[in-house]
């Protein structure tokens, strides 16, 4: 499901920390930069596009990394 913006601080910290997440697909601006997260919404720092919108399960912890098992 989508949450609209604003967000609280929690969750623009989770949403942050899905962002840096190394095994999920970020979200990106339509020239594939990496999203930001403020309480106003999604923000690209290098072209200033916008989003307002995120997935309610990005509130939630990260999921398990799933290469996990294979590092030494």
Known sequence: MKVEAPWSDEQVYA???WQGCDWVHEFTCP???MLAALHSGWVCP???YRQTWAHDYMYNPLPPDPLELLKP
């Open 46 to 48: 290098d072209c200033n």
């Open 31 to 33: 020239a594939g930069h």
């Open 15 to 17: 949403l942050n920390r």
